[in-house]
């Protein structure tokens, strides 16, 4: 895996990227050579040929991606491959129609879009097929040895299963003699004694040997595992495997001390002061942009029920400190008079009709771009909850309450990986997502959930 944006990106569909780019950017340069023939050099080094293609390949590439077509590079049903590639070149060929109009030189001639897109047709499911044959055939997985059966191990295990594009592979684990027999981890087989491991380390030659035992005290071979260290084994907690393969943090066996003492946590100082900075900026220019829409949107929610379009509510801030968030209402007026403060539901009743449709493209959000002017939000950061669920989920789920040490966001790394929670287990693991973020905040790390949100707005995911 290649760690990107402070994510870890496996490296196979990085690679399809790369080679799928580079495929379709061929794809229109032949086009234009077989409708040109020896004048499409000039066309392409001298008029710019090259940028029109480059043009319609990062649409492409765009389209590819928000058409989820990057999620992973397992084969799909090829009918329905080809209706999506079919989609994003429809797309493709509009933007084209709007520079026809405008009469722009980066309009690409008429028939290299058709026979380029015609390639592009035929080639992206083709690779996409044969890809998939040569990573799983080549590529050599990393080989895994697990020392425990702790749930996070059975977690790890069970992802590695689903996700082979992940480039792990788990070969086995040891336990302790003085364990209870326990049930198969997934179908792995039980290699043998924790106190055999470095024997078995040799014998079986793993890549990596991680730790995830639920109870280390007297059962850890600590010698050996000293010893495999200084021969140049690779050695780490299950935590660390957890993170790379699931990209939050696991809170099943999270001590005090790990967050007290391990390199990495907690927010970096200049990270937080280079945030407020660009999350003023990036809310300015975003508020100029969106005022018609804001405008419409007002308008809307005005006439469509009764009662005021914005509305202001309690919520928890950095440090814990209250203030009141900014939004477009969605629900009908007094919807909590009878019931209190309670999570919304799918398919809520106490939801206006444009209301939904709101909270379905988030565009009941914007006003909180004013809060960021305020200085009470930034733009990326951990959802801002209210502080009556904030006192119940402190008192059930341990370092609930560490995720307020840095200012909430309109949008953030557990809201656009996790579906709206309205549940403790929701809030688990929405809580992973944000020690995750808090431990690798970075303005890269940033701009990457800030883009990928735009493909959560776009298909409607997350909000409820």
Known sequence: MIRLFGVSIVGSILFLVLSETVLITLCYAAAMYLVFGIDAEPILFVEGGWLQILLVVAVIQFGLYFSDLYEDFRPRFQMLLLQQVCMVLGVAFLLQAI??????????????????????????????????????????????????????????????????????????????????????IGGLPLLGQLEEVENIVRTR??????????????????????????????????????????????????????????????????SVTLQTIYSLIIALVAIILTLPIVIIVYVLVKISSPGPALFKQKRTGRQGVPFMVFKFRSMYVDAEAATGAVWATKNDPRITPIGRWLRKLRLDELPQLFNVLRGEM???????????????????????SQRHCIKPGITGWAQINHKYGDTIEDSVIK??????????????????????????????????
Do not use: C
């Open 205 to 270: 030659k793993p890549d990596r040997v991680v730790v995830g035992m639920s109870e280390r005290r007297e059962k850890l071979p600590v010698l050996q595992l000293l010893n495999l260290r200084f021969d140049g084994i690779a050695i780490e907690d299950a935590a660390t495997t957890y993170e790379n393969v699931f990209s939050r943090v696991s809170t099943r066996d999270l001590r005090p001390s790990q967050l007290i003492f391990l390199a990495g946590f907690g927010p970096k100082p200049w």
């Open 431 to 464: 809580l992973e997502y944000d020690l995750y973020y808090i431990k690798n905040l970075t303005p890269a790390f940033d701009a990457y959930i800030i883009f990928h949100t735009l493909k959560v707005m776009l298909l409607s995911r997350g909000a409820q």
């Open 378 to 400: 930034s733009i990326v950061g951990p959802r801002p909850e209210r502080p009556e669920f904030v006192s119940v989920l402190a008192e059930k789920i341990p370092f609930y």
């Open 99 to 184: 520079f026809g109009y405008g009469r722009s030189t980066m309009q690409l001639p008429k028939w290299t879009m058709v026979y380029g897109s015609a390639f592009v047709l035929v080639v992206i499911p083709m690779w996409r097929q044969l890809y998939y044959r040569l990573v799983r055939n080549s590529v050599a997985a990393q080989k895994l040895l697990f020392l425990g059966s702790s749930s996070v191990v059975r977690e790890i295990v069970a992802r590695l299963t689903d996700r082979p594009e992940l480039g792990f592979v788990a070969m086995g684990y040891l336990e302790s003699a003085t364990t209870p027999e326990v049930d198969g």
